[in-house]
């Protein structure tokens, strides 16, 4: 059975790093799309960054240029590097693994609690 894992979440303060960890059990990640999410109380999911099964990423604006994505398929892990956090990022952070190359249809993990305090 397919499980997906998320780490590295927790309080920071504004302007710090986090690194969190999504690692895929019963499942790989060769060929296949996937998605960072997050959401905040009150607020709709929203996708934060993704990366295709070519390796190609995209981030949303609001974390364009502090934010990372990156995959290691030998560990069947995918990793956000998270830079000069503000408050508003603070969220509870998802990573979705793609059925194929579109993150709209996936498989969730059980969510991570990031929060940035000011």
């Known amino acids: 059975q397919m499980q997906l894992v998320e780490s590295g979440g927790g309080l920071v303060q504004a302007g710090g790093s986090l690194r969190l960890s999504c690692a895929a059990s019963?499942?790989?990640?060769?060929?296949?799309?996937m998605g960072w999410y997050r959401q905040a109380p009150g607020k709709q999911r929203e996708l934060v960054a993704s990366?295709?099964?070519?390796?190609?990423?995209n981030y949303a604006d609001s974390v364009k240029g502090r934010f990372t994505l990156s995959r290691d398929t030998a560990k069947n892990t995918v990793y956000l590097q998270m830079n000069r956090l503000k408050p508003e990022d603070t969220a509870v952070y998802y990573c979705?693994?793609?059925?194929?190359?579109?993150?709209?249809?996936?498989?969730w993990g059980q969510g991570t609690q990031v929060t940035v305090s000011s």
């Open positions: 979705k693994l793609a059925y194929g190359d579109n993150v709209r249809f996936g498989s």
């Open positions: 019963g499942a790989i990640f060769r060929g296949k799309a």
């Open positions: 990366i295709s099964s070519g390796g190609s990423t």
